[in-house]
């Protein structure tokens, strides 16, 4: 008899295993008053801005270079990138390390982090929920379950890095 019950709690908790899925986690932060998300496993790390040097003829959104541990990092300007309307730093404000490919660096001014998100399959929409023809940077909309309301924008990293280093 307690054999039998053994089996059941373990099949009840692969079960309970099962319903809540496979999660990824998704860094949470703010773009002019809209909450966008990445994937965490493609951050490296986030910084307090440092001072940013210029660089000349560089490409709009480049706001300059910044000097992590010794190595040069190529900041970007995430609202310039996308498109959105600018507006001035302030203590909030973040900058996002991530790979950019062979190992470098790059890094992305955010207004503000927030907080990290634990997003199941099902809590994942696809860009096209939003109707018309979506940029190739997002990746989905995010809606946990349990927080009424809550929208996340999850960008793929991918096609804003490269298209900055491409001008």
């Keep these: 008899m307690p054999a039998l019950a053994k089996g059941r709690s373990g099949r009840r908790a692969a079960r309970r295993a099962g319903e809540s899925g496979t999660r990824t986690e998704y860094l949470a932060f703010v773009l002019g008053g809209e909450t966008y998300a990445v994937p965490i496993a493609q951050l490296a790390e986030i910084l307090k801005p440092p001072p940013i040097t210029d660089v000349p003829r560089a490409p709009s959104q480049v706001l300059g270079v910044i000097s992590v541990r010794g190595k040069l990092v190529t900041v970007i300007d995430l609202r310039r990138r996308l498109r959105l309307p600018e507006a001035p730093s302030d203590r909030r404000t973040r900058i996002l390390l991530v790979e950019s490919g062979g190992g470098e660096q790059m890094g992305l001014l955010v207004d503000e982090v ?42 793929d990293l991918r096609p804003i890095v490269e298209g900055t280093r491409d001008g």
């Design 114 to 155: 927030q907080q990290v998100w634990r997003l199941a399959v099902e809590e994942i929409e696809p860009p096209s929920v939003l109707g018309g023809d979506q940029a190739v940077h997002i990746a989905g909309i995010g809606r946990p379950s349990g927080f009424d309301g809550t929208v996340l924008i999850l960008l």
